[in-house]
């Protein structure tokens, strides 16, 4: 077992109608007036904003608004975030809405903080030694922010997507209420399902060894997730299955499933380009990539795919060798993406990338040479194309 830090600071307050307590946890955290960020219309539309306000003002708390965040979020709007807060004098962020909004809390923090451009800290110019605080009402169980060190933010300029992780963009506080999931479409449930299995798949992905009770929360995690992905596709409004994906959601990106084990994250990587390129959903273009990236790597130990065949997607023990079960195992994850209306090729994403493209997308992915990504197997831009031609 690696050594390892774990730091989870964030509060969960976690229910039916906890959004009601939105303005006293962020008098509670020191705030005296609030940028209230959302995204593009559904916190509006199902009356959660008017809750949320409702809170703060019955907390004493002024506040501004500023909505608009989409899908992997704009830097520019980031910046209009940074004006309206110096403007407004504004102290504290809540984010109301899915990780693109929380992320796009955590850039506007980090610009405030500082007052500089954030794209600094994403483009690796400089580091962050502090930022405003956040507090985070998540309305989609996926991308894990509302626990999570990061963030990740397109620049249109470029249309470059970068992630960047620190301890001072962690949220305050996470008002978790399962309910306000119900009103996903079948398509965001998956994409967030499998981004939650794919928080938990690159952490588990790793040579390191005797990580029997990190291995074991992930495995559970991921059947769980399974089973209630399922569950919600025949019966989006179920409570229970809400709550249960959205409670793994938080662990699976809040650093648990990681203690003690390397991580890989090539698969993210991978992706994010994608996004950068072709504005998919996140989840959908993991599920896209992962089985191409999983046939590439798993000869480098088939007795870790294999464990994940057996423990997690119910292979057989006994299937045949160590690389049979690995490749059953991840034909039946495949299988399971294509249960829940998931993507497992980029024709299927709907974004097949020209030979030209799928080199650019390689470059930016190892930063132009700068890096390799991958742990289970380090991955040069040499491996990132051929895993895209692969998923093609
Ligand atoms: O903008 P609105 O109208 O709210 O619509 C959103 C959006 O279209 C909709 N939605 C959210 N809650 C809803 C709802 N629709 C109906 N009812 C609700 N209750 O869902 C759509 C997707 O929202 P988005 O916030 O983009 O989804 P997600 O939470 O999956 O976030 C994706 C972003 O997070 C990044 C991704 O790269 C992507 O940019 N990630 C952030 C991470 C982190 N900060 O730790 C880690 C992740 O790996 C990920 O990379
Ligand atoms: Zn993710």
Redo the contacts with the bound molecule.
Sequence with gaps: MKNFEYYAPTRVVFGKDTEKKAGELAKACGASRVLVHF?????KK?GLLDRICASLTEAGLSYVMLGG?V???RLSLVHQGIELCKKEQVDFILAV???????SAKAIGYGLYHNCDPWLFYDRKTVASGCIPIGAVP??A????EM?D???ITNEDGWLKR?YSSDYSRCRFAIMNPE??C???PY?TA??CT?ILM?TMERYFSHEKHTDLTDSISEALMRTVMKNARILMEDPRNYDARAEIMWAGSLS?NGLTGCGTAGDWAS?QIE?EL?GMFDV???AGLAAVWGSWARYVYQEEPEKFAQFAVQVMGVPADAGTAEETALAGIRAMEDFFHSIGMPTSLRELGAVPTEEQMKEMAQKCVFFGRRTVGGFRVLHAEDIEAIYRMAL
């Design positions: 995204g593009g219309g559904s916190a199902s965040v899908p992997n979020p809405g899915g990780g693109s909004v929380i992320d309305t989609i996926a991308a894990g922010s999570s990061s963030s990740v992630g306000l999931t009103t996903l479409p965001q994409c967030g981004d928080h990106h993210h994010h996004g959903a996140h989840g």
